[in-house]
């Protein structure tokens, strides 16, 4: 199979990484940034989305980390009110 370099390493990255490695293609991710941010967009995991987590195996790694229904989570993401 053939070798993939992806620029980025937000959630699309990843994301497609994990695919074309599972289907054995030589994957590489690159990112600008010299360290993980502090900050960043919060996702939103329900309808399709819920489809590609469970396919990707994570659906009940995700479902541990999800704040009660109605907790509002920190610009980190975890659970507001919860240790980081």
């Known amino acids: 199979m053939a070798a993939v370099l ?6 699309a990255g990843p994301t497609l990484a994990f695919w074309l490695h599972r289907m054995g293609h ?5 990112e600008l940034s010299a360290a ?3 900050g960043g967009y919060p996702i939103d995991l329900r309808g399709v989305a ?6 990707m195996g994570l659906l ?3 479902r541990l ?6 907790r509002p989570r920190s610009s980190t993401g ?3 009110g ?3």
Do not use: K
Request: net charge neutral; glycine share 8%.
């Open 65 to 70: 980390r999800a704040p009660a229904p109605g």
């Open 6 to 11: 992806i620029s980025g390493a937000s959630i």
């Open 82 to 84: 919860s240790p980081p």
């Open 50 to 55: 819920v489809d590609v987590i469970e396919r």
């Open 26 to 30: 030589e994957v590489t991710v690159v």
């Open 78 to 80: 975890a659970a507001a």
């Open 60 to 62: 009940g790694r995700s």
């Open 36 to 38: 993980v941010r502090d």
